[in-house]
């Protein structure tokens, strides 16, 4: 696959050259499948604090923020369980690690008591080398959630 790529004609930046293609402006969409739609809902409703924007009887959107050009970046949630060939999800074996949502560093403290209100346990990090200050829960299917802000000082 990788030749047929290259075939093609595509630059890959290496530590060599600085040459890149930059067609991409922001990240549009993020998409989960999920066994309980409706709990999955509530937590990125009432826990994280998205916006929903539609729901509809197997999906829900919620609005993360203003995207590029107009297109709103989105969480999409998906219940895949109406599909024949369908087996579920487990969080333990999906290659999604993790996701995370950028907060205002003035909210970090305000945003760890509240998570922690909801009788979640919070992990906190410090990634010194990009400076960010991460909070981490675990929705109700068991993946990871992060909040993260931008830290001068870390």
């Given at each position: 696959m990788?030749?047929r790529f290259?075939?093609r004609?595509?630059?890959?930046p ?5 040459e ?7 990240l549009g969409?993020i ?5 309980n739609?409706?709990?999955m809902q509530k ?18 959107f ?13 969480l999409?949630?998906f219940?895949r ?6 087996h ?7 290659t999604?690690?993790?996701?995370a949502f ?9 945003e760890?008591?509240?998570?922690e209100?909801f009788?979640?346990?919070?992990e ?9 200050r991460s ?5 109700p299917?068991?993946n990871?959630?992060?909040?993260v802000?931008?830290d001068g000082s870390v």
């Open positions: 990788l030749r290259l075939a004609g595509v630059i890959m290496t530590s060599s050259t600085n890149r293609h930059m067609a991409i402006r922001g969409e998409a989960l499948r999920v066994n739609l409706d709990a937590f990125y409703e009432k826990v994280i604090g998205l916006q929903l924007m539609t729901r509809v009887p197997n999906c829900a919620f609005r993360i923020a203003d995207g590029y050009g107009g297109h709103t970046q989105v999409a949630l219940d369980s109406q599909n024949p060939n369908y579920g999800t487990d969080a333990a074996t999906s999604v690690d993790h996701i950028e907060i205002a560093l003035t909210d970090f403290a305000g760890k008591k509240r998570l209100a009788g979640l346990q919070v906190t990090t410090e990634h010194a080398w990009v400076h960010w909070l981490y829960v675990i929705n299917e068991g990871q959630v992060e909040l802000c931008y």
